[in-house]
């Protein structure tokens, strides 16, 4: 996880909402389509804030 925040600069929340259905092996990317955010009922899967954050590393 620590590896994955430093090479590619993603931020916890988006580490965290990652999906097995988000790696690409053959192609070596990373889809950010999801995060996950702590609220006052507890972890939530949500889309990013923005669409700017929506994106592939």
Do not use: H
Not at 22 to 30: G, R, T, V
Not at 36 to 44: F, K, S, Y
């Amino acid at each position: 996880m620590f590896s994955l925040a430093i090479y590619t600069g993603m931020r916890r929340g988006e580490i965290l909402g990652l999906c097995w259905g988000d790696i690409d092996f053959e192609k070596k990317e990373l889809k950010v389509i999801q995060t996950a955010n702590w609220t006052r009922d507890g972890l939530v899967i949500q889309r990013p804030r923005t669409n700017d954050s929506i994106r592939q590393v």
